[in-house]
Nanobody, 114 residues
Framework: QVQLVESGGDLVQPGESLRLSCTAS????????MGWYRQAPGKQRELVAYIRVDGSTSYADSVKGRFTISSDNAKDTVYLRMNSLKPEDTAVYYC????????WGQGTQVTVSS
């Protein structure tokens, strides 16, 4: 059974940066498009970025220009670099395929607050 494990979340101030990591068992990251989602309290889980197998990327308008998704196939890890963080980026962040194929991991909490 594939397990997704997210890490790297923290409490930061507005304008600061974080890098999130997602590892997965079963070598799925090199074989699938992978995405980062987030869920803020009281809101739906939303896809904010994804990377295709060919390395091309797509972003939600709310994070475009600030977030960068990348992958390291040798490490079976996908990253989300988040710059210029805003309070509205506060959420639990998860990784999964764009069609939400695998069971969700525990997520990693990102809190942006002064």
């Amino acid at each position: 059974q594939v397990q997704l494990v997210e890490s790297g979340g923290d409490l930061v101030q507005p304008g600061e940066s974080l890098r999130l990591s997602c590892t997965a068992s079963g070598s799925i990251i090199r074989a699938n498009a992978m995405g980062w989602y987030r869920q803020a309290p009281g809101k739906q889980r939303e896809l904010v970025a994804y990377i295709r197998v060919d390395g091309s990327t797509s972003y939600a308008d709310s994070v475009k220009g600030r977030f960068t998704i990348s992958s390291d196939n040798a490490k079976d890890t996908v990253y989300l670099r988040m710059n210029s963080l805003k309070p509205e980026d506060t959420a639990v962040y998860y990784c999964n395929t764009p069609n939400r194929y695998y069971s969700w991991g525990q997520g990693t909490q990102v809190t942006v607050s002064s």
